[in-house]
């Protein structure tokens, strides 16, 4: 089993649509979450950190279930410059403060 | 943010050969640092940590003789692919750690012929 799983799509959506992403993790020591996003044969950027308590940046909403292991993205009012694949990283803090990707969901928002 | 940058952001090389990837925070000073490669369609994979002034930690299944990685100071850290072959051929991303953020370089696109 992977350690952090996604849907791959991709989600093909119009502009204005909201969209959801999921993520599951593996490991139950992860202690950081966070979305990051690529676009093509682009270096990944930080979009958000995940916070227990769920946390809004925008049109941007990420939560966090610890329990169930779950971590979400929610996108409201898609724009075209929001196509792109969607990263979800968890860190395993300790010695080496590990970052561990998922696969990424690719979102293409079109006219 | 923080910025990182990579050289070269591509290079096409002869199988057999060697390529030095350089790694800079050009802005703070880096501990630490981090080599990923991304395969096409795949996620990013950590191949290491870089840490300034000791050896690096390789993750399992990753060459250490093959991937030489030097940190000599708080700024560079650098990759080499030793004797480089066609399945190497990949994107090569590095990120180095400022308080609790990871900011990552552009990538470096590696083609081995």
């Known amino acids: 089993r992977k350690e952090v799983e996604q849907d791959p799509g991709p989600f093909n959506v119009p502009e204005g649509a909201t969209v959801a992403f999921n993520c599951t993790y593996s490991n139950s020591a992860s202690q950081s979450f966070f979305w990051y996003r690529q676009d093509c044969r682009k270096e990944p950027k930080l979009l958000m950190s995940?916070?227990?308590s769920g946390n809004e940046d925008g049109r941007f909403t990420a939560q966090l279930n610890r329990a169930s292991q779950y971590i979400s993205l929610l996108i409201r009012d898609s724009k075209l410059s929001d196509s792109a694949t969607y990263l979800c990283v968890v860190n395993i803090e300790g010695s080496t403060d590990k970052l561990i990707f998922g696969t990424g969901t690719r979102l293409q928002v079109f006219p | 943010g923080a910025v990182v940058s990579q050289h070269p952001s591509r290079v096409i090389c002869k199988s057999g050969t060697s390529v030095k990837i350089e790694c800079r925070s050009l802005d703070f000073q880096a501990t630490t640092m981090f080599w990923y490669r991304q395969f096409p369609k795949q996620s990013l994979m950590l191949m290491a940590t870089?840490?300034?002034?000791?050896?690096?930690?390789?993750e399992q299944g990753v060459e250490k003789d093959k991937f030489l990685i030097n940190h000599a100071s708080l700024t560079l850290s650098t990759l080499t692919v030793t004797s480089a072959h066609p399945e190497d051929s990949s994107f090569y991303i590095c990120?180095?750690?400022?308080?609790?953020?990871?900011?990552f370089g552009p990538g470096t696109r590696l083609l081995v012929l």
């Open positions: 995940v916070y227990s």
């Open positions: 870089s840490n300034e002034g000791s050896k690096a930690t390789y």
């Open positions: 990120s180095a750690r400022d308080l609790q953020t990871q900011y």
